[in-house]
């Protein structure tokens, strides 16, 4: 009596129906092949939604918007590169009031397509370890926008600014004058 004739009641459907589940997801962005792309000298453009990208949707105030990315081919000393132009208005937060602060994205970067760090790049390029015939081109563009945002985001000179109201009251109860945290410090070490 093999599994306590359970299997025909729990682990197979009978029939020709189907289980139960979801099926399978598809992946979001089709994969180039950057070799044979490059030996034509192909220009790929794409439109991505910044909300598909999870790495820097975390980093925004609101992942909404469009990234436009272009990619122009060519083979370089034997090696597939690219010239890569990405484009996209985000809105970030802003480091002083923590409102929402528009900003544009760009990046430019002219880079080879290696499948090892070892591999021979062309002088003025550089190295993207990957397996140039799978480019995973939404992950290279979300890599992109990552390194072009500011390191603190923050409203200009002319843009309003405004502190929140817990903030205003802080700053207005400060005496006027120069705080020193550490005046008591020798007075303590003595005891």
């Known amino acids: 009596m093999k599994n306590k004739d359970l299997r025909d009641k ?3 459907t009978p029939g ?19 070799e044979s792309l ?3 000298g192909t220009v790929v453009e794409r439109e991505f939604r910044i909300a598909e990208f999870a790495r820097l949707a975390d980093r925004l105030a609101r ?4 990234a436009i990315a272009r990619l122009a081919l060519s083979r370089i000393e034997g090696v597939a590169a690219g ?3 990405v484009r996209a208005t985000a809105d970030l937060t802003c480091q002083r009031c923590l409102a929402p602060v528009r900003r544009v ?3 430019e970067s002219r ?18 370890p990957c397996d140039p015939q799978r ?7 979300e890599d992109e926008l990552l390194l072009s945002l500011p390191v603190v985001a923050r409203h200009a000179q002319g843009e309003a600014c405004i502190l929140p109201d817990a903030a205003v009251e802080i700053a207005s109860d400060e005496p006027a004058g120069t705080r020193r945290p550490f005046a008591g410090l020798k007075d303590l070490l003595d005891h």
């Open 10 to 12: 729990f682990f197979d």
């Open 16 to 34: 020709s129906g189907h289980y139960h589940t979801a099926p399978m997801s598809r992946p979001g962005h089709p994969l180039l092949d950057a």
């Open 38 to 40: 490059a030996t034509t």
């Open 63 to 66: 992942p909404e918007g469009t």
């Open 83 to 85: 010239d890569l132009r």
């Open 105 to 107: 994205l760009e990046s």
């Open 111 to 128: 880079i080879a397509f290696v499948e090892s760090d070892e591999a021979p790049v062309p002088a003025d390029r550089e190295a993207i």
């Open 135 to 141: 480019l995973d081109f939404a992950a290279l563009v």
